[in-house]
């Protein structure tokens, strides 16, 4: 499932509630294991899974479930098997199992996919409270560069430095163990009892999860050493399932693989399963801690928002006057949100808005009440927020390129209104290239703002690399709404079409393109033919579109009312989705790591009904750009955007 962090802006619904009923008070791990509770937790969590509320797929990651810290096959005190491991992952859903061989990795240790389960061959070295991940060869060769560390086991060592890693554990199984033994005493001290281990055995076969769960805790040293490396640096925090499934009394394994992998997961946002993918996401801090044997947190989202874009948990945003913290859940939950060690706000609900002032790391826990106890069910690694800096600017020159001449304020169709100065457009003409591409490009601005005027850089940009470049204004909402845009941008490309080889323009190579707003016109232009048909031209005078970070589902809800209206009809006829035909010409698409809400998702559904109807589609992931960004750095000469859309008109 997506990430759906999008959804935070575009289709919150605030649900708030009394904080639950608790006796304030916590059961012991032996308390857990009586029958009553053990009925309790179950009715607790089949209660969760009812009201738990399935999340929008809006998001620029896919969400998989990890197992990390996992032994099979490595010691003698482990008695797993990696068959087993696979098994148990396959039944929990479990896409990465990460092993970590005591004195490994093990060359008979898997490494790759294997029945659609991504495996990773670690070490554990247990001395260093290390583990660690060699970055492999195609020949089972350890890189130089690329190994994934963590510490490990922070219970033995709380004063550990941090050099050298890359994360920590902040959960681990075990630890929990170590640090409390009742749960150990009880079974061995039941172990002595015929009828107490009977009645036991019948509690663990009737509810395992929660008997495997009684003797899970919270650790708030643990989590004060992660908080104060994090007032530093960036650092990942991942939960550890420490699973050997050796834990065997009188012939009863109490530690199956299939338990422990449902009890607790690192969640890893990622664009797909794949090792760099998700080295990279690992890395980065893309990753929450869960209890799922809680209740299932997949669409869990936290991060931050602002005027330039959504930026998940692990990545740097820049605190810009709107910028707000905000969580999601799928469930009603305590939500925490913790500024180094100290909670900040706390409310009970399915989400979480908070207004910073002061930069650095943001992170949350969401806790559930279960059976009179609050216990904690996810933990997020942080945003990092930080003030604006002029390195942030990066404004682009507005210098013109020796081989580019400019001709400004040419009328594309006659007004004598108000409006005039909308329906002109200007060119940027390469001098040593005729007959050049010609990129037609229409601006965003949410169909409400913008103009030709601030596109110099960009139009220089392609002109100066031989390409003829025209950007026209259009009338904007809402003054002028729905179809005023697109009427516009129609009588623009026809003047196009008519007059660029009067200034060294191809006419069999017309490509459309445009940002945002933009980039619904192009699309929009290339594959709805009616808006040409006045002006007696087709699409098929369009030998490509470019669409960046664009909108092309308009149907769903009554966002841009100002611009669109209401009327179902007449927004789902402004929407490309709906206009997608094996007539289409080729197109580019794209969309960024920190785009708007619902724009990365959009992107990926309309590149999908292009190829769907054969149409040459191809889709560019932009990473460590928002949706203004991207637009500033596409006027520099190593930007790999950029370098696209001039590959995709020069070919």
């Known amino acids: ?84 491991v696979l098994e148990a992952a396959r039944k929990t859903g479990v896409r990465i199992v990460m092993f970590t061989d005591h004195g490994g990795p093990k060359t008979e240790t898997w490494h790759g996919v294997r029945d659609g389960v991504l495996f990773f061959a670690g070490e554990e070295n247990g001395g260093a409270g290390l583990l660690r991940f060699p970055n492999f060869d195609a020949h089972r060769v350890p890189l130089p560069d690329g190994e994934l560390r963590f510490l490990s086991h922070i219970e033995e060592r709380y004063d550990a430095s941090m050099e050298g890693f890359d994360g920590m554990e902040i959960c681990n199984r075990h630890t929990d163990a170590k640090l409390d033994t009742s749960l150990q005493e009880y079974l061995q001290s039941a172990a002595k009892d015929p009828d107490r281990w009977r009645k036991l055995i019948a509690n663990f076969k009737a509810y395992p999860d929660e008997f495997f769960a009684a003797g899970t805790d919270y650790h708030p040293e643990i989590l004060a050493k992660w908080d104060r490396e994090l007032a530093t640096r960036p650092f990942t925090g991942i939960g550890a399932n420490d699973a050997h499934q050796n834990q065997i009394f009188q012939g009863s394994t109490f530690d199956p693989y299939e338990v422990s992998f449902r009890n607790l997961c690192t969640h890893i946002l990622a664009r797909e399963l794949t090792e760099p993918e998700i080295r990279r996401a690992l890395r980065e801090g893309h990753v929450y801690v869960s209890h799922d044997w809680l209740c299932d947190p997949t ?42 060690g100290a909670v900040v706000k706390e409310t009970v609900g399915t989400n979480l808005t908070f ?45 013109t390129s020796p081989n580019v001449e400019v001709k400004k304020d040419i009328d594309y169709t006659p007004d004598e209104s108000a409006d005039a100065n909308k329906h002109r457009l200007d060119l940027y003409l390469p001098k040593d290239k005729k007959p050049a591409p010609v990129f037609f490009f229409i601006h965003g601005g949410a169909w409400r703002s913008g103009d030709r005027s601030q596109y110099l850089p960009l139009g220089n940009r392609f002109a100066k690399e031989g390409v003829l470049t025209v950007v026209p204004s259009y009338r904007l909402a809402p003054r002028n709404p729905h179809p005023a845009q697109i009427e516009d941008v129609a009588a623009a490309f026809a003047w196009v079409a008519r007059h660029v080889a009067e200034y060294g323009g191809d006419t069999n190579r017309i490509y459309v393109g445009g940002h945002s707003a933009g980039g619904h016109l192009a699309a929009l232009l290339a594959l709805d033919d009616h808006y040409l048909k006045t002006h007696r031209l087709s699409p098929k005078q369009i030998r490509g579109a470019i669409a960046l970070s664009g909108v092309y589902d308009l149907a769903e809800g009554d966002s841009q009312s100002s611009v669109f209206g209401k009327d179902k009809q007449v927004r789902r006829d402004a929407s ?16 960024c790591q920190w785009d708007y809400p619902t724009l990365p998702v959009q992107a990926r559904v309309f590149h999908a009904a292009l190829q769907k109807a ?27 955007t950029a370098k696209a859309i001039l590959k995709f008109i020069k070919r």
């Open 1 to 84: 499932m997506k990430s759906a962090f999008g959804i935070l802006v575009s289709c919150l619904i605030v649900v708030r509630a009394p904080a639950a009923e608790t006796s304030g008070g916590r059961l012991t791990a032996p308390q857990r294991l009586e029958t009553l509770h053990l009925q309790a937790v179950r009715e607790a969590r089949l209660g969760f899974a009812r009201a738990r509320q399935p999340l929008p797929d809006l998001g620029v990651y896919d969400d998989f479930r990890a197992v990390m810290h996992v032994h099979a096959e490595d010691a003698e005190h482990t008695k797993g098997t990696r068959p087993q």
């Open 299 to 340: 669409g869990f989202a936290f991060g931050a928002i602002n005027r330039l874009g959504v930026f998940p948990m692990g990545d740097p945003a820049v605190m810009t006057g709107n910028t707000r913290v905000v969580a999601l859940t799928p469930l009603l939950a305590k939500l925490k949100l913790i500024h180094h």
């Open 355 to 399: 207004v910073p002032s002061d930069p650095g790391p943001y992170r949350l826990e969401a806790w559930l009440s279960v059976d009179g106890e609050e216990r904690p069910w996810i933990y997020s690694n942080p945003v990092y927020l930080k003030p604006p800096s002029l390195s942030d600017l990066r404004l682009p020159s507005r210098e």
């Open 576 to 591: 490309p989705l709906f206009h997608v035909n094996g007539l289409a010409p080729p197109f580019l698409i794209s969309y």
């Open 614 to 640: 054969n149409v040459a589609a191809e889709l560019v992931f932009v990473a460590r750009e928002n949706h203004i960004s991207e637009m500033i750095s596409l006027t520099q000469d190593d930007d790999p």
